[in-house]
T-cell receptor, first 109, second 114 residues
Framework: GQNIDQPTEMTATEGAIVQINCTYQ??????LFWYQQHAGEAPTFLSY??LDGLEEKGRFSSFLSRSKGYSYLLLKELQMKDSASYLC??????????WGAGTKLIIKP | ETGVTQTPRHLVMGMTNKKSLKCEQH?????MYWYKQSAKKPLELMFV???????ENNSVPSRFSPECPNSSHLFLHLHTLQPEDSALYLC?????????????FGPGTRLTVL
């Protein structure tokens, strides 16, 4: 079967750095997405990786290793507004998105 | 504001009621999606429409009936629902289904079935 694993919940301190991991086993791979979802709001796109390596976008970076079936989202200089759920999703061989259950990130002052 | 709107935002209904959820996208996209989001579970894809044609129905019970009159509007008609259908229903759109294009989500309808 197809499976996406990410931690259920993480806690970090304002100003610090946090890494949210995602591992996947899917039938085929056409890219990996990260979305951010604040409570009661729509998921919003953060990043898309299809090649191995690190993609940096401001305070957020996303890394992919296709051989290991692994990705992480790195958040630097954490702010209180970063408290949200972070969803990992893989585009399989049929271009269908397979979603993880999300990681709830709690930022403490 | 993602360019995708959903109404109503909250809905409480009895098991014998009939109601409809509405989604509208202002992005000029050609694909629209319905997802079910339950607490601590992955997003479940329910239906996909690409250029107004239904291309995906992920074994969704017939008490959920989608309708896509044009590329900008998507409805989910509900009847004789069960309490376990209580969830957040998200609508999304993308340039085209079956590609790597990112999906843009609406804020969702929080549905409670009594």
């Amino acid at each position: 079967g197809q499976n996406i694993d990410q931690p259920t919940e993480m806690t970090a301190t304002e100003g610090a750095i946090v890494q949210i991991n995602c591992t996947y086993q899917t039938s085929g791979f056409n890219g990996l997405f990260w979305y951010q979802q604040h409570a009661g709001e729509a998921p919003t796109f953060l990043s898309y990786n299809v090649l191995d390596g690190l993609e940096e976008k401001g305070r957020f970076s996303s890394f992919l290793s296709r051989s290991k079936g692994y990705s992480y989202l790195l958040l630097k200089e954490l702010q209180m507004k970063d408290s949200a759920s972070y969803l990992c999703a893989v585009l399989d061989s049929n271009y269908q998105l397979i979603w993880g259950a999300g990681t709830k990130l709690i930022i403490k002052p | 504001e993602t360019g995708v709107t959903q109404t109503p935002r909250h809905l409480v209904m009895g098991m014998t009621n009939k109601k409809s959820l509405k989604c509208e996208q202002h992005l000029g996209h050609n694909a629209m999606y319905w997802y079910k989001q339950s607490a601590k579970k992955p997003l479940e894809l329910m239906f996909v429409y690409n250029f107004k044609e239904q291309t995906e129905n992920n074994s969704v019970p017939s008490r959920f009936s989608p309708e896509c009159p044009n590329s900008s509007h998507l409805f989910l008609h509900l009847h004789t629902l069960q309490p376990e259908d209580s969830a957040l229903y998200l609508c999304a759109s993308s340039q085209e289904a079956g590609t790597y294009n990112e999906q843009f989500f609406g804020p969702g309808t929080r549905l409670t079935v009594l």
